[in-house]
């Protein structure tokens, strides 16, 4: 019995991990990759990159030939031992920008990540501003009623039902708040 146990365990944990590696070389749609060239790599560096036909989706995740064919080109860029860096760059020069995502360009990478930076800081910086003249409005409007005594002097409404003793009480709290 722990012998018939022991190998439905082993069946069990060798099947997931033949699935585990079917899956990934599914994900990555099969590619053809030269020998000693880590898919994992592949995968990272083309999760970067964007398809310009399927409208920006990443080129790890793309089913399209095109996709396909580029994401063998990476394998045959890492296994002529280039960087990371090279390989976008190389794509971006050959492609467009517009298929790494980012601009490469480094005044136009900062002027990307500065305006978003810059309106957010003009937001809050407004917003705080907002903030602090309704908290003065509301402050120096009471200051005002106070001063001139219309909080005193003030004659409010007063329904038939409420006892007069109770209304004297409250307005007597009132005033010294």
Known sequence: ????????CLGLVVGLLVGVGVSKALAQGGDE????????????????????????????DCPSQ????WREEIADLLA???SEEFILQHFAERYGEKV????????TRRFTYA???LLISLAAVGIGWQLYRWSKRENRAL????????????????????D????????HALEEV
């Open 143 to 162: 200051q005002v009623a106070r001063t001139a005594g219309t909080l005193q002097d003030f004659e409010r409404p007063v329904p038939d039902n409420v």
């Open 66 to 69: 095109q996709c396909r064919a």
């Open 115 to 117: 305006v978003p930076i």
């Open 33 to 60: 990759y030269p020998p000693g060239v880590d898919p994992d790599e592949v995968y990272r560096i083309a999760r970067q990159l964007h398809c310009d036909v399927c409208q920006g989706v990443p080129l790890s």
């Open 80 to 82: 002529q031992g280039q």
């Open 1 to 8: 019995m722990k012998r018939l146990l022991f190998i439905l």
């Open 164 to 171: 007069p003793d109770y209304l004297a009480r409250v307005l």
């Open 100 to 107: 790494s995502g980012v601009p490469l360009d480094e005044e």
